[in-house]
């Protein structure tokens, strides 16, 4: 029978050494898995975190190889391993977040064997990722175990996969289940099937080929978060009577479609996807979690009403898989493939894309496999990149026929472009209310689309805004406050509730995450659009403005109670509740009383004098908040610029004039603004080329020089609505202060029209 052992204490880690030790390095840093070597430098800013090969070590005495095979198993090491036994190379792997297993050469083991691992997450052009917006955490940040099987076993060579699949189809009232197990040295075996329920046996099979067909009458449907149920296969794999192997798996058994009109369709019911992606990063641990830590993230994103989210931007952990069948999330899966389109990566596409389906294949939770996500920012006129679209479609669908592909395009890639109606169904990232826009025009571009393209399924696969702890009465887009965030998150639900027709919708993001190259809202390496913060203790109030749309469970919540000080003698007092009716009161008194509108989103006027307690009562619910009147705002709400080269008073802005305060959009509405332009982005060039290899400069992994004139023209939709002096900030403060006042000083000489 299997012995599976997780061997993840007592390992020895290097990020200095050059080579396979030939005896186990003692000296080294003794630590545990899981690990990462950028907990800290990945998070703190500045895109210097270490990206290196580094050494693992650890002894594995022959008394823990029990079988007469045994696998290494690694659930992820970023970004490429490999794995040597007593000093020889047993395996290289590419690609950071799918699981891998090596066979221990059962020639070769001695007493005591040495088992080395490097961890390579050096730039690599034949890897994905290594252009995108979030730090690529270098290590075994995920267990390590050890199979010890007989000789004759189920399969634990195939891609990581588990050995076996399970496809239910819907027959009436009755499942057909379909089985697939898959063996090793099997020759004169049975394998014995049994489905359980609960503790139920509800149908069995035996097979001499691994292939199996079990009907359960009356089937109990996994019907998302309504009742995801599930059920558990077990299989043994016999010879004369003996069970040699045995594995399990749990199912669930749906049907599901995408309607270009009606959206997602679940077990034959509209069920719009309303829901998160989630980056899985914490704060110190990078990507090394715990259990506990994916339990926590589905319990918020669980709390906060979403039926679905996108697993962005690579594969997670099986653990949070499981969590998703469990609770009944419906699951948009993808590979890496982001940002830029590698020539040399074609391989690793197709490979990280196999072990995503076939390693996963069993999971209830998912119905989308993402191809790529923002892959056209340099255009989507590389008959290359077409190519390997089609390639990874149909690579998916030859794998699992049952479920759908999706990407994410980016905004700025035409809707009539051929990569965009590659996939199955459709989602665009849109930031309009944030990089650049207004919000209003989400809803407009999908009636345009739907227009245009009726039978084609289309999705909103990003959107979102920033927001930290700085707080404003009066808050614009770009400005970093809670309340701009929640502004905007309003205006984006109400947008979406107006147009079923969108087959789902994701918030970017559930959590804020950390992306190092990052320089933005007074906090460098993080990317803070989360809803809730990077260490999950603080639920932002956009939270609670998905809580009370999507999660029936009554409640209420006053917004911005970090924002106590209020110059104003009468404020604005916002307050989220999916009940009924709302009180507000001011020390005790009514202030009004106000019933439900189309949305659940109230808005109070309240005299701000002295200091006032306020109460917002909903079904017998109460939820509290202090305002305090003063004469000058507190500077504490204030977006921190320390981090920043220049301070707001700095920036002079006379009348009539530009400033870096001004768009570039409005600064190219003018002759002089153009030349300013050309100016400036002759200076970016001299800025951003500082420092990099081979002197050429370079934006967002993108070299300048490959910025083509296509690709300005698609960018400038999106950028038009940023300042300069936001575009400094974005390109990750490496500009001077006079380098800002020189361009300031500039602009100032140029007529606003
Ligand atoms: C992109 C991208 C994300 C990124 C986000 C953002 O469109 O897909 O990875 O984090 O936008 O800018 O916040």
Redesign the pocket.
């Known amino acids: 029978m299997r012995e599976t052992k997780i061997i993840n204490q007592g390992w020895y880690f290097s990020d200095t050494a050059t080579a396979c030790p030939s005896t186990l390095p003692s000296d080294w840093k003794g630590l545990d898995l899981p690990h990462t070597w950028n907990g800290k430098d990945g998070q703190d800013g500045g895109n210097d975190y270490k990206r290196c090969k580094a050494f693992y070590c650890k002894e594995i005495p022959a008394s823990e190889l029990t079988g007469k095979e045994n696998y290494l198993e690694f659930d992820a090491v970023n970004s490429s391993a490999e794995v040597f036994w007593n000093g020889k190379s047993l395996c290289v792997h590419h690609g950071g977040y799918s699981r891998f297993r090596v066979i221990i050469p059962c020639d070769d083991i001695k007493e005591k064997n040495i088992l080395t691992v490097s961890a390579d997450n050096s730039p690599n052009e034949t890897v994905y990722p290594q252009t ?3 730090t690529f955490y270098g290590g075994i940040y995920r267990s390590v175990k050890l199979i010890c099987v007989p000789e004759t076993h189920f399969d634990l060579d195939y891609y990581g996969a588990p050995g076996i699949t399970v496809t239910p189809e819907l027959k009436g009232e009755n499942a057909d289940i379909k089985i697939q197990a898959y063996t090793k040295n099997a020759d004169g075996t049975t394998v014995k099937f049994t489905v359980l329920d609960g503790e139920n046996i509800v149908g069995e099979a035996q097979s001499h080929d691994g292939e199996a067909l079990i009907t359960i009458n009356n089937v109990h449907l996994w019907n998302g978060r309504i009742d995801p149920h599930l059920y558990t296969l077990n299989a043994e794999l016999v010879k004369d009577g003996e069970v040699l192997d045995n594995i399990s798996t749990r199912f669930g058994c749906r049907t599901f479609k995408v309607d270009p009109e009606k959206g997602f369709i679940l077990n034959g019911k509209e069920y719009p996807l309303r829901g998160v992606s989630r980056h899985q990063d914490n704060p110190d641990k990078g990507n090394a979690l715990s259990y506990e830590d994916h339990k926590r993230d589905i319990d918020l994103i669980l709390e906060v009403g979403a039926n679905t989210i996108r697993l ?2 690579y594969q997670h952990a099986q653990e949070f898989y499981d969590l998703c069948d469990e609770s009944g999330l419906v699951i948009w899966a993808e590979i890496p493939y ?2 830029r389109h590698m020539h040399d990566a074609y391989d690793n596409t197709i490979s990280q894309m196999t072990e995503l389906v076939t390693q996963n294949y069993n999971h209830a939770s998912i119905c989308f496999w993402g191809l790529s ?2 892959i056209t920012i340099a255009g989507a006129d590389d008959p290359h990149l077409i190519k390997n679209h089609k390639d990874l479609n149909n690579l998916v669908h030859k794998l699992d026929s049952t479920r759908l592909t999706t990407i ?1 395009s ?1 905004t700025m890639c035409s809707p009539d472009n051929e990569y965009v109606h590659i996939s199955d169904v459709l989602s665009y ?1 849109h ?1 309009f209310g944030w ?1 650049g826009g207004s919000t209003e025009m989400n809803g407009k571009w999908f009636d345009d689309f739907h227009k245009k393209y009726p039978n084609k399924p289309i999705g909103l696969s ?1 959107y ?1 805004c ?1 927001a930290l702890n700085w707080h404003t009465s009066n808050p614009v887009q770009g400005d970093y406050t809670e309340e701009y965030q929640s502004y905007y998150h309003e205006e984006l639900i109400k947008q979406i509730a107006e147009r079923p027709y969108i087959w789902a919708t994701h918030v ?2 559930m959590f804020d ?1 950390a ?1 190092d190259a990052r320089a933005e809202g007074g906090e460098n390496g993080m ?1 803070h ?1 989360g809803l809730v913060t990077f260490d999950r203790q603080y639920k932002k109030d956009s939270f609670y403005a998905y809580k009370a749309w999507l999660n029936p469970e009554p409640m209420v919540h006053l917004c911005s109670k970090r924002y106590i000080d209020r110059v104003e003698d009468v404020t604005k007092v916002t307050v989220y509740s999916n009940c009924n009716e709302v009180e507000l009161f001011a020390n005790g008194v009514s202030v009004a009383k106000q019933t439900k509108g189309k949305y659940p989103f109230f808005y109070f006027e309240v005299k701000n004098e002295g200091e006032t307690t306020l109460e917002a009562k909903a079904d017998g619910l109460t939820d509290t908040s202090t305002i305090r009147k003063v004469d000058t705002p507190n500077e504490d709400y204030i977006m921190k610029e320390e981090n920043q080269v220049i301070n707001w008073f700095e920036i002079t802005t006379p009348t009539g004039f530009f400033s870096i305060n001004d768009t570039i959009g409005d600064i190219m509405s003018t002759f002089k603004g153009k030349i300013c332009m050309v100016k400036l982005l002759l200076l970016i060039k001299k800025v951003m080329s500082q420092g990099t290899k081979d002197g050429k400069a370079e934006v967002m992994g993108f070299s300048f020089g490959k910025i083509n004139k296509s690709m300005i023209e698609s960018m400038y939709g999106m950028v038009k609505g940023f300042t300069i002096k936001r575009c400094f900030m974005m390109l990750g403060n490496k500009f001077t202060k006079e380098q800002i006042l020189e361009v300031n000083a500039m602009l100032n000489k140029v007529k606003k029209k």
Request: glycine share 4%; aromatic share 22%.
């Open positions: 995108a917006d979030f962005a931007h982001i940002s996500n923002e994410a980016v990232n930031y990089y990003e979102g920033e970017w993001n995450f992306a990317n659009k």
